[in-house]
């Protein structure tokens, strides 16, 4: 049997493990009981939900939970009520947005292009009883999607990679006048450069770099008011 072939069957096999650990972690999912109220379901959330899809966080190159908790606490701090998402995943920080979306009364759409991790954004949302009722999934490329979008939003929450700035470049135009940019930075040397460097360019943003305690950080963007 040739190099390639060895290789070809590597990768092939390499391909199915993959699909079918995906899969058994989603049978393996904890089900939701009957909730007497929303707060008993937020506890089921953060302690029972949360906990179990994180053991997955690299796999689907989720966010830390530290950083979950920031994005949560800063949708309720500065009271955004409609937020945009792109880089669904698996929904894991679109239940951290939507936790906090529920407290100021708002909604999140979000936007996957990859549709097998639309399915299971939906089903994880579906089990934090945010499908919906506050998180609306859309599949497709951002770059074409939002665009279309009717809405304008004041809290944009990008986790595409270290190449960030052409969803923010699309984003922009969607925003509101008194709209919060924040972008996951993964702990890779030079990630995010391109974007900081161009919003250096923009005074009428202003950006810093927010750690949480991670490996990661949070870059957000801000419009300075005008005077």
């Known amino acids: 049997m040739s190099k390639t072939m ?11 493990v993959a699909i079918g650990m995906r899969s058994l972690g989603q049978a393996n999912a904890p089900e939701p009981p009957a909730f007497a109220s929303d707060a008993q379901r937020h506890a089921w959330v953060m302690n029972t939900l949360l906990p179990w ?12 939970r530290s950083d979950g908790e920031f994005l949560r606490w800063l949708i309720i701090a500065t009271k955004r009520r409609r937020a945009l998402e792109i ?16 407290v100021t009364k708002g909604r999140l759409t979000t ?8 399915r299971e954004a939906k089903a994880n949302l579906k089990r934090a009883g945010l499908l919906e009722r506050v998180v609306t999934v859309v599949e497709g ?8 979008l009717p809405d304008k939003f004041d ?6 990679g270290p190449r960030a700035l052409p969803f923010v470049e699309a984003v922009l135009p969607k925003l509101a006048d008194d709209a919060i940019i924040a972008v996951h930075r993964p ?16 005074p009428e943003w202003l950006t810093t770099v927010v750690q949480t ?5 949070i870059v957000l963007s801000v419009r300075v008011p005008e005077r």
């Open 6 to 16: 060895v290789l070809i069957g590597t990768i092939v096999l390499t391909i199915f």
């Open 111 to 118: 936007v996957e292009i990859k549709p097998d991790l639309v």
């Open 87 to 102: 880089g669904t995943a698996n929904g894991y920080s679109a239940i951290w947005l939507g936790l906090g979306l529920e």
């Open 53 to 64: 899809m994180e053991q997955f966080r690299e796999r689907y190159h989720n966010v830390p």
């Open 213 to 217: 305690g991670a490996p990661t950080a």
């Open 187 to 202: 702990p890779f040397e030079g990630a995010l450069s391109d974007y900081l460097a161009a919003m250096q360019k923009r």
């Open 155 to 160: 809290f944009a929450f990008i986790d595409i």
């Open 141 to 148: 490329d951002a770059l074409k999607v939002v665009p279309q």
